[in-house]
């Protein structure tokens, strides 16, 4: 393993608690996954309870790709899903599949639902115990953030059905995204690191594939029973290396870049994770920032700094920061031009294509 050149000064949980430390990761030269080195702060996370309407339709949307990767599967019988957080995505899997017996197991539930739909357990694989085995296991963006990602895969065999069909999605090693810059995203694997991880395990890496309901994801299937020539290509890694390198250099510059382009004191639109991002690691910019925008306040997360409604803000001549993942930056940009902004910047561009395999 070595040190990865972050170039970061500060590091930010996915809950958006700013560490007052440098973003650690290491690399590993062989598979090129990346290794989250930052201290790990014991304070309890601040999650949305997914009521908001952008999390109800996110976690619907997770719900239908998981159905529809089952049915492909042709998987029948009980369903699993690991770190349901606020149970949001097992009720709506349940809604969409209602002969489906389904339970959802939590550690640290942010709320828990009053609902007959699906079975609620709060605890670790660890604290509890199946009276039968599972058809389908999942979990969406949990493993990242596993201490011991071998160990969890081995508990997962163990409650499997002999048949069964393990879909865990988690950020994709091969593309460079906003996913690189979480200090407690601990793992990010390439296929090839995901292998190796499930070598001893009692799981094989069948395949893998982009998340189809999640970009920038990556979704891996796992099985009890090893598959012939499943094995993942090879990872082309000084290629990866250089892919991230530049990937996050344009965060260590866009603080200056932006500052430089933008006169007074610009406005954010978003009250979401990129908006943390910016908060994290553009302190200047952020220090510029007079106010934030938002269509709907629901499911806003944490700021320092007033929020208000877009039309409750007069944007005319104003400079706009576009806090929104680059994939939805295009048309809210239009929109703000519109209202009659004087320009609107985003802190990032879109994620080269994959070309690491």
């Known amino acids: ?64 790709g998981l159905q529809a990767e089952i049915a492909a599967l042709g998987a029948s019988g009980p369903i699993l899903e690991l770190g349901a957080a606020n149970f949001q995505t097992s009720l709506h899997l349940a809604h969409a599949m209602p002969d489906a017996q389904i339970t959802a197991l939590e550690p640290s539930p942010e709320s828990l639902p009053q609902t007959s739909e699906i079975d609620i357990r709060v605890g670790t694989l660890a604290d509890v115990s199946f009276a039968t085995p599972f058809a389908v296991v999942y979990a969406n963006h949990v493993l990242e953030h ?55 395990s009692g799981l094989w890496l069948r395949d893998s594939k982009p998340t189809p309901w999640e970009p920038f994801s990556r979704l891996f299937h796992f099985t009890r029973t090893p598959v012939p020539d499943s094995a993942p290509p ?47 690691y553009l302190p200047k910019l952020w220090s510029r920032i007079t106010c934030i925008i938002v269509d709907d306040l629901e499911g806003v997360r944490t700021f320092d700094k007033p929020v208000f409604r877009t039309s409750e803000v007069d944007l005319r001549g104003r400079d706009i920061v576009v806090g929104l993942h680059p994939m939805s930056s ?7 031009l519109g209202l009659g902004a004087a320009s609107v910047l985003s802190p990032i561009g879109m994620p080269e294509n994959d070309q690491c395999t």
């Open 1 to 64: 393993m070595t040190q990865f050149p972050v170039g970061l000064k500060r590091a930010l949980r996915s809950d958006g608690l700013i560490l007052d430390e440098p973003l650690r990761k290491d690399s590993c030269a062989d598979c090129s996954a990346l290794i989250g080195r930052n201290v790990d702060i014991e304070v309890p996370y601040r999650r949305s309870d997914g009521t908001s309407p952008r999390e109800i339709a996110r976690h619907a949307g997770i719900a239908k």
């Open 146 to 200: 596993i201490a011991d990602p071998k160990e969890f895969l081995a508990q997962i065999a163990t409650i499997l059905a002999p048949d069964g069909h393990v879909l865990l999605s988690c950020p994709s090693g091969l593309v460079p995204s906003h996913e690189l810059l979480f200090s407690d995203h601990l793992y990010h694997f390439t296929p090839t690191a995901m292998a190796a991880v499930a070598t001893g």
């Open 234 to 280: 090879p990872t082309a890694v000084a290629a990866l290396y250089a892919h991230r390198v530049r990937y996050l250099m344009q965060w260590s510059q866009a603080d200056g870049r932006l500052c430089q382009a933008m006169s007074g004191s610009p406005i954010l639109f978003g009250g979401g994770e990129f908006s943390q991002l910016i908060r994290a």
């Open 330 to 336: 295009e048309a809210v940009t239009e929109r703000l």
